[in-house]
């Protein structure tokens, strides 16, 4: 859904725009694009870890540190921006 909603976002703002309502905001959008990256990211390895009986330890390092470091990059970004 919020996948959905970045693809439309100039047409949900032109729409909010003519319906006199507040429309996310260029911070709000660029937070709903990070937001669903990391979600991305974690259903991806949730994904992985559904699709097999018995995961190996070496999958579930390499997946977990995967997450670990798209949190480590939002933690950047938010240093960045503060």
Avoid at 7 to 21: S, V, W
Avoid at 35 to 50: A, R
Avoid at 73 to 81: A, F, L, R, S
């Amino acid at each position: 859904m919020l996948e959905e909603a970045i693809q439309y976002k100039d047409a949900l703002t032109h729409y909010a725009d003519l319906q006199n309502i507040q429309s996310p905001n260029l911070e709000q959008w660029n937070l709903t694009e990070r937001v669903c990256k990391f979600l991305k990211n974690f259903s991806d390895t949730t994904k992985v870890f559904s699709q097999h009986n018995s995961v190996s330890a070496h999958k579930n390092v390499e997946e977990v540190w995967g997450i670990r470091e798209v949190l480590l990059d939002e933690k950047k970004i938010e240093e960045i921006n503060f």
